[in-house]
């Protein structure tokens, strides 16, 4: 119940009050996301490298997300392959599974449930992950 607490309430409560907000007053989510985007991630970015040091778990997840890509998208080639899929559904399945969202949600919950460092491995996880 304590991680349940604070870990995910925390979270859910950044999404309500994102959400209450753009009912209460029209939010401009091009301008949110634009920071977001090309401001506030990468500064994300700049620190974590900044202050991570190269150490063999970070090779490890580097070769996990590299390993698993490639898994993920041999995986949907055989199963476009069984089912015999079109281009878009086999590009859709492509997109949705060998490229996942790690960071939104992701990254904070690490953050929230097991701390800096276990976020510092998140955001690199993540980095991949936008580079694949």
Known sequence: MGVLISTLIPIGLIFLSGFLLQ????????SVSGVALYILTPALV??????TEPDY???????????????????????AFI????APTESG???STAFMNAG???APLILFAFGEEAFAYAV????????S
């Open 23 to 30: 009912k209460k007053q029209l939010l401009d989510v091009r």
């Open 46 to 51: 700049f620190r974590t490298f900044y202050t």
């Open 57 to 79: 778990d970070v090779f490890l997840i580097v070769l996990f997300a590299v390993i698993f890509l490639i898994a993920m998208l041999l995986l949907n080639k055989l199963l």
């Open 83 to 86: 089912f015999r899929w079109d």
């Open 93 to 95: 399945m492509t997109l």
């Open 104 to 106: 939104n949600y992701g």
């Open 124 to 131: 690199i996880f993540m980095v991949i992950q936008s580079f």
